[in-house]
């Protein structure tokens, strides 16, 4: 659906459903969307957003099993039981989790390997779901609507912010990213707040929300910028939030905390810190033209833990930068072998295959990364394949579909277009 369209099915909805009672806290709210349309966003944007953010972790498929039994826990005994929730974890190191409206959430599981029990997992959980059960995602998507910025903007806003280095994430519906958009301070306190009483529910113990506020304060004080914009922007914590939370869980039953297993889930993740951390390393040498050094880490990661998809793409972007295309798409082809379901290892290993003019190779690479998430990079160079080929036709449908996106690529899209 376009932009145009969806804003306008929304607007029209809402003379159905503004002000509508919220199911949480039973207060009026001014909400423009109804509930098939918050499912229906939801699942539309959940698969687009976790491909974006490294996609699902995949070495231990046993954690996002226990971490999605604790979230079908937590929202059973939720205000909206009915929601079609889901629960993921990505394969990305920033400390964050959000929720989509419908009841879509992710935890990244750097986040997970600072929590220490299944209570404080539960937290998290029990805070994410109130941000779908109360609709805040609708209700600040309502509020820019009301303002006449609307939802493109949003959506412009939010492909800008995309963070794979020259795969441009095209326009597919509204941006995913709008829908994790910055809540209000008053949607943070009562995520809090009915957070710990779904905790309680569950019959787990109230304090951990107390701990965990703690641990974002501690998070907070010492970090770089860039996690300071991912997560805690839109989650702030603050020592005030670790009293409200304090105040709330003294008056409360206590529960279980199921730490035995929660460190059992968490065994594995644990084990390969060691090498998540060279991964991380190896990236930054990259960014800094250290390819020797880049190299090294990766290997070391490598060695670490063989199956992770997303140390070996590291390794072939190094090995790329070093003009090794033959060690680069030999190591992309270990990130699609262990990632299939990952747009990024079959985008690489395509513009490898480019390079080295395996051209049918490289289509069938981009088109199968397109599977996944539609990019301007796979567009942009299906119609360079097209137009290789003589396949007028193919080349301007793809070409048309880079040129909707940003950067230079978009830019060399429109003027192909124009020779065609
Ligand atoms: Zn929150």
Not at 214 to 240: C, I, M, N
Not at 265 to 272: G, I, K, S, T
Not at 410 to 419: I, N
């Amino acid at each position: 659906m376009s932009f145009q369209k969806l804003i306008f099915t929304i607007v029209l909805a809402g003379f159905l459903t503004a002000c509508a009672s919220n199911p949480v806290t039973g207060k009026r709210d001014m909400v423009f969307i109804s509930t098939d349309q918050e499912i229906a966003i939801g699942e539309q944007n959940y698969l687009p957003a976790q491909q974006q953010q490294g996609g699902q972790y995949t070495v231990d498929p046993g954690l996002t099993r226990y971490v999605a039994t604790v979230g079908a826990k937590l929202a059973a005994v939720s205000d909206r039981p009915e929601l079609p929730y889901e629960f993921v974890v990505l394969n990305n190191d920033v400390p964050n989790a959000w929720a989509m409206p419908g009841g879509k959430i992710a935890l990244n599981r750097g986040l997970l390997v600072h929590l220490e029990d299944e209570a404080q997992l539960a937290a998290v959980i029990g805070h994410e779901i109130v941000h779908a059960a109360a609709r805040h995602g609708a209700q600040q998507q309502s509020q820019s609507i009301l303002l006449n910025i609307g939802l493109a903007a949003t959506a412009i806003a939010a492909q800008k912010q995309n963070k794979y280095g020259g795969a441009a994430v095209l326009a597919a519906g509204v941006g995913a990213q709008a829908w994790m958009a910055r809540y209000s301070r008053s949607n943070e306190t009562e995520s809090d707040r009915y957070g710990i009483e779904y905790m309680v529910r569950a019959g787990y113990e109230p304090r951990a929300a107390v701990e965990l506020q703690q641990t974002f304060v501690k998070l907070s004080e010492g970090r770089s910028s860039r996690w300071f914009d991912e997560f805690f922007a839109s989650h702030p914590p603050s020592q005030s939030r670790v009293d409200a939370n304090r105040a709330q869980a003294e008056s409360l039953p206590s529960g279980a905390r199921n730490k035995a297993a929660f460190d059992r889930a968490m065994a594995q993740l644990r084990r390969d810190s060691e090498a998540y951390k060279a991964n991380a390393d190896a990236m930054q040498a990259l960014q800094k033209d250290d390819l020797s050094g880049a190299l090294a880490l990766a290997n070391k990661a490598i060695a670490g833990q063989s199956k992770e998809g997303l140390f070996w793409q590291t390794k072939g972007q190094v090995l790329q930068k070093q003009g090794d295309k033959k060690g680069a798409e030999a190591a992309f082809a270990k990130t699609i072998s262990h990632s299939p379901g990952l747009f990024s290892g079959h985008l690489y290993r395509g513009l490898v295959r480019t390079e080295r003019g395996n051209n049918r190779g490289a289509e069938s690479d981009l088109l199968n990364s397109r599977k996944y998430l539609g990019t301007v990079t796979a567009s942009y160079h299906l119609g360079e394949l097209a137009r290789a080929k003589g396949d007028k036709t193919a080349a301007r449908i793809y070409y048309s579909e880079a040129a909707q996106g940003e950067g230079d690529l978009a830019k060399s899209a429109q003027e192909r277009l124009q020779q065609l």
